[in-house]
């Protein structure tokens, strides 16, 4: 069984629930609508090339940088993050299941850090920081979505510096 998740930048696959494998979202639909609104077929044809581009290069960008994270963040020191492989067109993540945290217990989650993590954490986009991108799994809180977007890095940082208060946080006594 395959399943799909669109996100802004990203298509996830879920197959069999065992592997996630993302890819860029080339978002086919933006075109159609953005076709049937051009007057003429050479200005849609101008446009597609480089909004294909746009879209494939954010998508390998949240590929890498989730990548990045996962591994500039020491792996057995974050069990709070789902391991993550990627070849930049597409990434590879074991399934971590649906069962997602409320909002509450991941603000929870947030307060119970350092006042000097929350910092970097405030500072952070609130999609990046929402219950959607956790799942309650046996071991504890897993995050399965971390892609940072490049032009702010508060959250990496939140990540990579918080690992020990995460990781006692995140995970099942």
Not at 56 to 80: K, Q
Not at 81 to 101: A, D, H, M
Not at 122 to 127: E, G, T
Request: hydrophobic share 40%; charged share 25%; proline share 5%.
């Amino acid at each position: 069984m395959i399943k799909i998740r669109k996100g802004n930048t990203r298509v996830a696959l879920i197959l069999f629930n065992l592997w996630v494998i993302k890819f860029p979202n080339l978002r086919f639909g933006d075109y159609v609508s953005s076709f049937k609104e051009r007057k003429s077929l050479l200005s849609f044809l101008r446009r597609v090339p480089s909004r294909l581009y746009s879209a494939l290069l954010y998508g390998m960008i949240a590929n890498v940088s989730e990548a990045l994270v996962y591994h500039f963040t020491f792996r057995p020191d974050a069990s709070y993050l789902t391991p993550v492989f990627t070849l930049g067109i597409c990434s590879f993540q074991i399934y971590q299941g649906e069962e997602k945290p409320t909002t509450e217990e991941i603000e929870r989650l947030y307060r119970s850090l350092s006042l000097q993590v929350q910092e970097w954490l405030w500072k952070s986009d609130v999609h990046e920081r929402g219950a959607h991108n956790w799942r309650r799994t046996p071991r504890g809180l897993r995050l399965i979505d971390y892609a940072v977007d490049p032009l702010r890095t508060s959250w990496a940082v939140f990540l990579m510096s918080s690992k020990r208060e995460l990781n006692q946080a995140t995970t099942k006594p």
